[in-house]
């Protein structure tokens, strides 16, 4: 059946662009599961549906009914993440916009800085802190992103962690992701000589 697309859907040429990694994802799967069934689910339609999660921010059982049940989003969306696809994905995005920016794939200087930022209702009290300096009770979020501001590497921490435990695991990060073409890391005060 086919559906009018919404704005979140994928072009073919974005498309073009992940489909191999996902169809390779997907028979390493198949290859490995008992049944070998490789499923009627079509992928490119649960990544529209992602997106359209992720531009909405509906919640999951709210998802149209012209796109794949909501049940089997989340199941891929869940399954991508625990087997690193979508970081594999990010990842090779990254490298092209970088190279079409007549840039080298790795960076050779990234920056980093954290922000606190309040956390909504119902978030659970274990995963939140209270930000001494400024004065917010939250979740500190802390980004490392090359020149061209492109992600490369995250932390969601509590907001009572110290600067430095969110540099010392975005530098992680950006050391598996970079190697050793890494020269440079910009970073304000908050950041002590640990980092």
Known sequence: MKRDPYPSDLTDEQWALIEPMITAWKQGRVKRSATGDPGSCDLREVVNAIFY?????????????????????FYYFGLWRQDGLDQRIQELLRCQVREGAKRLEDPSLVIIDTQSVRAAAGVPK????????????????????????LIIGVVVLAASVH??????????????RCGNRLEKVLVDQGFKDEV
Not at 56 to 72: E, I
Not at 133 to 144: I, M, P, Q, Y
């Open 163 to 176: 600067d430095n435990a969110a540099g010392t695991a975005l530098l992680d990060q950006v050391a598996e």
């Open 126 to 149: 274990a995963t939140t802190g209270l930000d001494a300096n400024k004065k917010v009770s939250g979740r500190k979020r802390g980004l490392a992103v090359d020149v061209l501001g």
């Open 53 to 73: 999660q992720n531009r909405t921010g509906c919640q999951w059982r709210y998802l149209p009914h012209d796109l794949p049940s909501w049940s089997a989003v």
